[in-house]
């Protein structure tokens, strides 16, 4: 007589229903190993389980804000390079930045905003490779170089293409960038349309952190849910004091 089909295996609701798996092979010894199917439909499910449990780090930043400069070059280095942490939060990044172009403002820049033209290129350029783009922001912040050198260098770091995002700053791409991140920021700050920019901003959870100090700040990511080495870890946390502008 025929051999029973093996059922799916259940999907997360909110995910699309997998299809069927193929019938299963006969053999002598009527194994019941899991198909190819069976298995990346369960590897796909985990990943989603385990995407969905990260909390998000929502940060935003001017490119040359000097809260932004300090906050960026030591503690979210700091935070971003303990235990477990990069891979165990959700890594979201915006500039601050508003206008129309060529008059974009930005905070403590020269109108039109050229060194945040660097910042949105080399973040574009990373393709959302938060293992390159944190570690640019920290690198960019640490400098006090020109504005163009110290890009070259932490791009060259990063093994970013220098010359796309030199190409990128300086022409249609990057004013195309600040549109859409001028938008976005006044999307998110209605109440900074004009005035003070109020920067650095840090959420988790879409929750404001009034706190800037690297403990805090971890604390907040494991109260959240993160799974880190980093959350087992209470001793010897670096107080850093930030204020906001």
């Not at 190819?36 to 796909?44: F, Q």
């Not at 280095?77 to 303990?82: D, E, K, P, R």
């Not at 820049?109 to 574009?124: F, H, K, Q």
């Not at 349309?193 to 988790?204: E, L, N, R």
Request: hydrophobic share 35%.
């Amino acid at each position: 007589p025929p051999q029973a089909q093996p059922e799916a295996p259940k999907n997360p609701p909110s995910r699309r229903r997998s299809p069927a798996l193929p019938q299963r092979s006969r053999t002598s010894n009527n194994s019941k190993m899991p198909s190819t199917t069976a298995i990346l439909s369960l590897a796909s499910a985990l990943v989603a389980v385990a995407s969905a449990s990260k909390p998000t780090f929502d940060y935003t930043f001017g490119a040359n804000c000097p809260f932004c400069k300090q906050f960026g070059g030591s503690v979210l280095h700091q935070l971003f390079s303990a235990p477990g942490v990069a891979e165990g939060a959700a890594w979201n990044l915006r500039l601050a930045i508003r206008g129309e172009s060529p008059d974009f403002q930005c905070p403590d820049e020269d109108p039109g905003c050229p060194m945040t033209s660097y910042v949105l290129c080399a973040l574009e350029e990373a393709k959302g490779n938060v293992d390159v783009t944190i570690p640019f922001v920290s690198c960019w912040d640490d400098s006090e170089e020109s504005p163009a050198v110290k890009a070259e260098k932490c791009a060259t770091k990063q093994k970013l293409d220098w010359d796309a995002i030199s190409s990128c700053a300086s022409g249609e791409q990057g004013l195309a960038l600040k549109k859409t991140a001028s938008e976005e920021f006044l999307k998110r700050f209605p109440e900074h349309a004009s005035g003070i920019f109020d920067v650095p901003h840090v959420y988790i959870e879409d929750q404001e952190q009034k706190s800037l100090k690297y403990g805090d700040l971890l604390k907040s990511l494991c109260a959240n849910g993160m799974q880190a080495t980093a959350c087992s870890r209470t001793e010897g946390y670096a107080r850093a004091r930030i204020n906001v502008v």
